[in-house]
């Protein structure tokens, strides 16, 4: 499967008009504990313009009917598309999942978000993050993985976001745990930075980079901030090379989880690899993580395969993931738009989620994709 074979132009920034129309939605939410509570307190007018914005993309397309007009029109929209996809989906995942929006392997006997905790150890020992570093983390949502990082490496993280939203409330959150003076997060679009040429002694992408309209220019722009001799690691989101755009089962899997995940152009591992070698890393490491013989499968929690759960506590988590359960939430939130207490698209939201989250577990089933391409490469010193 070939990307847009299109140029890609960068979309311009308006931080001025993001954060009003970020005041205008969200109004007090961003203070408010998470879930519902945050999801009920959004302003009508603006969630109808977000859900518009983002739902153009995929309403009354097929994988039958999909042309490669729709994928550049996504591509060409990549920055407004993630940023309204985080709109209308943060509250929904904060709920549904927790403060880190990523996936992770499992072990016996580990509750769901000391793995959680461990797949982001794993990938901040892989880079080699010692205390006092300025890292860069891309595409940080509310800030889940930074905090956890900065905890257990005692350095100093900057976190890039394109989502208001998602800013205030990772800026919150890292005060309430007493971390402001080790974590900040600022607005950019990841293709293209505002920060100086070698800012960074290390950077890592945490299932984020999937939303760049082309893997190589987040890539350079990483490689561009970072160090010589610094080392970049990321958890990628990528179809596998099993994956035959051909073939319309495969097909309406990429889309379904393009649709649910806020994705404009999915690509393949070998692809992925391309990316990051023509993007100037020497390359350390490369592993698929979902390849590995675990004894429970990354995607049990979206699939709601309850057998897998490792503490009485995962049930809060899963229990939410399962049909039944994502059910209750079509119902609940179409009860509260039919009432007027809820903005209506929220329920059009959680059905896209969850039709994402199907997509996820068929890819993963079929070995068509993986979450957890793990590639990590270091910038040459000279």
Request: proline share 3%; net charge negative; aromatic share 12%.
């Amino acid at each position: 499967m070939a990307p847009t074979k299109t140029k890609v132009i960068l979309e311009k920034e308006d931080h001025e008009r993001d954060a009003a129309f970020m005041k205008a939605l969200h109004g007090k939410s961003t203070e408010a504990a998470g879930g519902f509570a945050a999801m009920l307190a959004k302003d009508k007018e603006a969630k109808k313009i977000a859900v518009e914005e983002y739902f153009k993309h995929f309403d009354n397309k097929s994988a039958e009917t999909e042309t490669e007009a729709d994928r550049e029109a996504r591509t060409r929209e990549y920055a407004t598309l993630t940023r309204h996809y985080y709109n209308l989906a943060t509250d929904l995942y904060e709920y549904g999942w927790g403060q880190s929006f990523h996936f992770c392997r499992y072990s016996i006997g580990e509750p769901f978000y000391q793995a959680i905790a461990r797949h982001e150890h794993y990938l901040a020992m892989k880079i080699g993050i010692q205390a006092g570093m300025k890292v860069l983390d891309v595409g940080c949502g509310v800030g889940g993985p930074a905090r956890e990082i900065a905890k257990f490496t005692d350095a100093h993280i900057t976190g890039l976001n394109n989502n208001d939203y998602q800013i205030e409330r990772a800026t919150r959150y890292a005060a309430k745990e007493g971390l402001s003076n080790q974590l900040k997060f600022v607005k950019g679009d990841f293709m293209q930075m505002s920060f100086p040429d070698e800012s960074f002694d290390a950077v890592y992408a945490i299932e984020a980079t999937v939303h760049a309209p082309k893997l190589e220019g987040v890539y350079s722009e990483i490689y561009r901030v970072l160090k010589p001799g610094g080392v970049f690691g990321v958890y990628e989101w990528l179809m596998t090379d099993n994956y035959d755009n051909n073939n319309l089962e495969h097909r309406d899997i990429r889309l379904a989880i393009e649709e649910g995940n806020g994705i404009s152009n999915m690509v393949t591992i070998s692809e992925g690899l391309e990316a990051f070698k023509a993007a100037g890393f020497e390359l350390l490491h490369h592993e698929d993580l979902a390849k590995r013989p675990d004894p429970i499968p990354w995607y049990w929690g979206i699939a709601g395969e309850t057998k897998y759960m490792q503490s009485y506590w995962d049930l809060f988590t899963v229990l939410r993931m399962t049909h039944a359960g994502r059910r209750v939430v079509h119902v609940f939130t179409g009860f509260l738009e039919t009432i007027g207490l809820a903005p209506k698209g929220t329920k059009k939201t959680a059905d896209s989620l969850a039709k994402g989250a199907d997509g996820l577990v068929a890819g993963a089933k079929k070995d068509l994709f993986t979450p957890m391409y793990l590639m990590v490469g270091r910038k040459p010193a000279n």
